[in-house]
């Protein structure tokens, strides 16, 4: 079994920062790819951004320039710096990883981490 245990969530005022990390532990031979999605209020669930193990980033446009997202393979670590935030950026947040473990590979959740930005 995988777990993923996520922190850094908290209340901020619009134009300030957050950072998001995201440790993943249990029976891991490799990580394929992490990342992050939120999921506003009354909204699905949505890409926030996403890094392979070779280090390929994919960013949603509306956090383009402002999040970045970054991964520490030694640590089985993500993170995602938050800056510039928005009101609109208020959502839970979830870690997101592609894992191969005891062969099989699969997707796993963390338990969410929320961010509410204040206007």
């Known amino acids: 079994q995988v777990q993923l245990v996520e922190s850094g969530g908290g209340l901020v005022q619009a134009g300030g920062s957050l950072r998001l990390s995201c440790a993943a532990s249990?029976?891991?031979?490799?990580?394929?790819?992490m990342g992050w999605y939120r999921q506003p209020p009354g909204k699905q669930r949505e890409l926030v951004a996403t890094i392979t193990i070779v280090g390929s980033i994919n960013y949603a446009d509306s956090v383009k320039g402002r999040f970045t997202i970054s991964r520490d393979n030694a640590k089985n670590t993500v993170y995602l710096q938050m800056n510039s935030l928005k009101p609109e950026d208020t959502a839970v947040y979830y870690c997101?990883?592609?894992?191969?473990?005891?062969?099989?590979?699969?997707?796993?959740w963390g338990q969410g981490t929320q961010v509410t930005v204040s206007s």
């Open positions: 997101n990883a592609d894992v191969t473990s005891l062969g099989k590979r699969r997707e796993y």
């Open positions: 249990g029976s891991i031979f490799r990580i394929n790819a």
